[in-house]
């Protein structure tokens, strides 16, 4: 993987939704501040820099709403990038006192959703440059030669990515609850997530041509 961190444009990429809408829905207490730092420590575990696209805030009489909207990115060549879109929504936020594994502490109650788009983000040029026979070069190599690149290690890579923040924040969430309910361990909430993205990535390479 390259490690280098620049800041990106979209515009300057052709872009490829292969995961749509996967959501992680959520009801009752959680902190705010260590639900940013867990989805900020699982990007950055997968390699991703961080980029934050919106973040807004209304307050009601019934509780404050917040949208946060997330685009890290991973570059994976100079000219395939990887970019998940993390929409973070938090409708009727109230302030409520919690005991959480018996320590006392100031919660957020809230119904919470969160999306999750997975791209592939293509920039060609930088490795064939813009020459008239561009285009035949790039479909003729991706046809031949690439195919097994893309398909066996790009797609699965971004579903393995999602699947791991996803996780991670599932986990965060879950420990709110103390005591109660189904413990589930991270590793198969991956493996469970990676499974129902399956269609999603096998749609997406039926679609895309890289």
């Known amino acids: 993987m390259c490690t280098k961190h620049k800041m990106i444009s979209e515009m300057n990429f052709e872009k490829f939704l292969i995961i749509n809408g996967r959501e992680l829905s959520y009801k009752g207490i959680f902190r705010i501040d260590d639900l940013y730092s867990t989805i900020n420590r699982a990007i950055e575990e997968q390699g991703y820099t961080k980029r934050e696209k ?17 685009r890290p990115w991973k570059e994976v060549t100079s000219y395939l990038t990887l970019m998940i879109k993390i929409k973070i929504i938090a409708d009727n936020i109230t302030e409520t006192v919690g005991v959480v594994n018996g320590e006392k502490r100031v919660f957020q109650n809230s119904d919470l959703t969160i ?45 393995g ?29 991956i493996k469970e997530v990676e499974k129902e993205l399956e269609k999603d990535i096998a749609e997406a390479k039926k679609e895309v041509k890289l």
């Not at 919106?54 to 997330?70: D, I, M």
């Not at 190599?141 to 893309?150: F, P």
């Not at 005591?179 to 198969?188: A, S, T």
């Open 54 to 70: 919106k973040s807004e805030e209304t307050v009601r009489e019934e509780g404050r709403n917040v949208y946060v909207e997330l």
């Open 115 to 159: 999306v999750f788009d997975g791209w592939i983000l293509t920039d060609y040029k930088d490795r064939w440059g813009m020459k008239p026979f561009f285009w035949f070069v790039k479909n003729m190599a991706s046809k031949y030669l690439w195919k097994g690149k893309i398909e066996n290690e790009i797609f699965g890579e971004l579903a």
């Open 161 to 189: 990515d999602v699947a791991h923040i996803y996780a991670r924040i599932k986990k965060q969430l879950n420990s709110y609850r103390g005591g109660e309910g189904e413990i589930v361990r991270e590793e198969d909430v």
